[in-house]
């Protein structure tokens, strides 16, 4: 199957750090993406992981990817409330750079 | 990374009529695709348009009502064809940028249509 799947609402305490899961079906993912969406904007490329790793650390963001559990969480560092928007995971197979998009999270962060 | 531009921003359209939406990109790409984001929902692939050959397009959306054209290798165009209320969504064009042997795809700005 094609899905890939994310709860829908996350709420913190400006401070606090985030961690925003997903889910996906499909084992022959070779990359698997996260995306941030503010109001009325498109989409920013935060970070991405290749999928024969198991963590990438970029200055506050941290992906850690269970490849056997298909499971990919985004961390967030000293959450601000500039972080508040919608967070996008996404999956590519191949070579073919279709991308599967998870329903999003709502990032909100309380000061 | 890409830069990507597309226009028009935003557009209120009545229904019947077509809108076509231009993504210009500021450095070569070989493939660009383009996605449907209705409201409150996620992204869906509508189509990837490669240089030189037909666009490919996804279950559920045909050519005849989207076409697309890509003359060359930093631009795209998508046509919402005969539009309907149900049309109204953002229209967003990303490419596939390689760097160092991986794959980032960045997106446009989107194009904002409401269809009345």
């Known amino acids: 199957g094609e899905d890939v799947e994310q709860s829908l609402f996350l709420s913190v305490r400006e401070g606090d750090s985030s961690v925003i899961n997903c889910t996906y079906t499909d084992s022959s993912s070779t990359y698997l993406y996260w995306y941030k969406q503010e109001p009325g904007a498109g989409l920013q490329l935060l970070t991405y992981i290749f999928s024969n790793m198991d963590m990438k650390q970029d200055q506050r963001l941290t992906v850690l990817l269970n490849k056997k559990d298909k499971h990919l969480s985004l961390r967030i560092a000293d959450t601000q409330t500039g972080d508040s928007a919608i967070y996008f995971c996404?999956?590519?197979?191949?070579?073919?750079?279709?991308?599967?998009f998870g329903q999003g999270t709502t990032l909100q962060v309380k000061p | 990374s890409a830069v990507i531009s597309q226009k028009p921003s935003r557009d209120i359209c009545q229904r019947g009529t077509s809108l076509t939406i231009q993504c210009q990109v500021d450095s070569q790409v070989t493939m660009m695709f383009w996605y449907r984001q209705q409201p409150g929902q996620s992204l869906t692939l509508i189509a990837t348009?490669?240089?030189?050959?037909?666009?490919?397009?996804e279950s559920g959306f045909v050519i005849d009502k989207f076409p697309i054209s890509r003359p060359n290798l930093t631009f795209s165009t998508l046509t919402v064809s005969n539009m309907s209320p149900e049309d109204s969504s953002i229209y967003l064009c990303?490419?596939?940028?390689?760097?160092?042997?991986?794959?980032?795809?960045?997106f446009g700005p989107g194009t904002r249509l409401t269809v009345t």
């Open positions: 990303s490419v596939d940028v390689v760097t160092s042997g991986s794959y980032e795809q960045y």
């Open positions: 348009a490669n240089q030189g050959s037909e666009a490919t397009y």
């Open positions: 996404a999956e590519t197979r191949g070579n073919t750079g279709k991308l599967i």
